[in-house]
């Protein structure tokens, strides 16, 4: 079946431009092309689309708000902007609303292979119900001791970076987005960062200051205490297998990278766990009393018809992390994650 994508633009050249460059593409892809937000929205109310790729600076509607608009209405749809390096104080405006950023002017095989693999990852959820829930998500919700912390370190004048990204590196809903904005085109560096400390340095205090303190991105859990109780369990385990998984890929002799990117998948290993269980918390619960039955996973392909695994590495596969990162988070046993990371 022909994957549907939609690129909009409010310049008839950059869509014709575009137009010729995927040409190539037709057998795989059905591509239709909006001059603007209203027209794009018009639309996806009348077709349903797979993709869709935006432009940022449009006059009437921004990318930032067609694809706000996007993740309500079709919440399954995959959402990326297309837009210039010189719009770059304008993707953290984005940074809830899109799921990836691409430069232009960009090179054909770039935006195959980026939306190729978004849409083979959403092939590996079974659900389609489980494939909005990753999709529509803002920001997976983050711990609120840290981010108290946190808050306190950028309003406070002088906190080191080093600091800060070591806060962040303590919380997996914070990690997972700096990696997504660092690896994302917009800060254009020449390799993979897999390191949530080291993208704070690279990400530099302003923006870690917008991310926090006026666009609101990271959100603290809040719950009843057996909630609480559970997230915060959640999160030690998650740091403990970080801590093992650091202490396996040095004895196996891994690079320094591999190493980092084994640490990250552990670290956001259960990712998927949080994102189900904030987006569908009875749910979830059901999923808590049917675990010590049938054991967890089969307890959410019961409930959800896909497991934590497939909706985080989903996830973050569409928020563009590393791939040997995202990899690891879907093979979910630590012996596969080691071969993704070493590979
Ligand atoms: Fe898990």
Known sequence: ?????????DEPNVLQGLQRML???????????????AAALKMMA????????SDMRMPGMSGSQLLSAVRDRHPEVIRIILSGQSEKEFILEAVTAA???????????????????????????SSPGAQAV??????????????????????????????????VA????????????????????????????EAVVLLGADTMKSLTLSCQVFEPYAGDSQEMAWRDAL????????????ARAQAKGLDARAVQAAVTAELLRDCGKLVLASQMPEAYAQVRERASLL???????????????????????????????????IAHSAQDALLACAA
């Open 134 to 167: 990753a999709s529509s998500l803002k920001a997976l919700p983050v711990n609120p001791a840290v981010y108290a912390e946190l808050c306190e370190q950028l309003t406070s004048d002088g906190a080191p970076l080093q600091k800060v990204g070591q806060t």
């Open 295 to 329: 054991g967890w996973s089969a307890a959410e392909r019961e409930v959800f018809g896909a497991t934590h695994g497939e909706v985080g590495g989903y996830l973050l596969g569409l928020w563009g992390l590393p791939p040997a990162v995202v990899d690891a988070v």
């Open 1 to 9: 079946m022909k994957r549907e994508i939609l690129f909009v633009d």
């Open 235 to 246: 999160w030690a385990s998650s740091r403990d297998g970080a801590a093992r998984a650091e």
């Open 99 to 125: 799921h990836q950023f691409l430069s232009k002017p960009c090179e054909a095989d770039v935006i195959k292979a980026t939306i190729t693999r978004a849409c083979l990852l959403r092939d590996g959820v």
């Open 23 to 37: 040409r190539p593409l037709r057998d795989v892809w059905s591509v239709q092309f909006a001059e603007g937000g």
């Open 46 to 53: 009348e077709h349903r689309f797979d993709v869709v790729v």
């Open 170 to 197: 303590g919380c997996l809903g914070m990690s997972a987005k700096v990696l997504q904005l660092v690896n994302s085109a917009f800060f254009g560096l020449p390799r993979i960062v897999c390191s949530p400390a």
